[in-house]
């Protein structure tokens, strides 16, 4: 379709002017809109979450109380009671290089520890999962060592221990692996007694 010399004025005019009050239709939204400073934008860090507190069912409340117990037999120097806990086919230091394989050699490389005449250790549970048929447990938490021999390098030190327990064919849990689960850190003797200050004295059961 041709289009007249005055039908193409026309548009050319009617093209000119949505061009001048483009500017002024836009205008408004900007001022309505201003771009934010960005010291006015900016929000406060968000602060961490609080760590959850864990809540086991009544049978990891056993291996728990267990390794409690475990724990207890090294405190009170009791090496009866440490081999009680510990399956007769247990691997301790697993994941090394150089585990120790039975109770017997467990209960032996153990000896200096539990007599606790050169080094005090200490731990608690802090998590257990059980899995498995129901016979397998994880448990994992803080430990610490006590060096009392005569100017020690470093006397106290902090870390973690993860040990899996196995229900044995009598019922009793007992240790089938242990071993740390990291390096331990320097520490001193209040970070140590703060520590221990601060573990929960039952098992938080769900």
Request: glycine share 8%; proline share 9%; hydrophobic share 45%.
């Amino acid at each position: 379709m041709k289009l007249s010399m005055r039908q193409r004025n026309t548009m050319v005019v009617a093209a000119e002017l949505l061009l001048a009050i483009a500017p002024l239709a836009i205008a408004p939204l900007a001022f309505a809109a201003p771009r934010a400073k960005p010291e006015v934008a900016a929000k406060a860090p968000a602060q961490p979450a609080a760590a959850p507190k864990p809540a086991m069912s009544a049978d990891e409340c056993v291996v728990w109380n267990r390794e409690r117990s475990f724990a207890a037999s090294v405190e009170h120097h009791d090496a009866k009671a440490f081999a009680g806990h510990v399956h007769a086919k247990a691997a301790f230091d697993a994941g090394s290089p150089d585990p120790t394989h039975g109770r017997d050699a467990v209960v032996d490389s153990w000896k200096d520890i539990i007599e606790g005449s050169q080094i005090k250790l200490g731990w608690s549970p802090g998590i257990v999962t059980i899995g498995g048929e129901g016979n397998l447990a994880i448990s994992r938490g803080p430990s610490w060592i006590e060096d009392l021999r005569p100017n020690p390098k470093q006397q106290f030190r902090i870390g973690e221990f993860i040990s899996t327990w196995i229900k044995d064919t009598d019922g009793q849990w007992r240790v089938l692996f242990d071993g740390g689960a990291g390096p331990m850190h320097p520490a001193t003797a209040d970070d140590v007694a703060k520590l221990v200050a601060s573990l929960p004295k039952e098992c938080p059961q769900r």
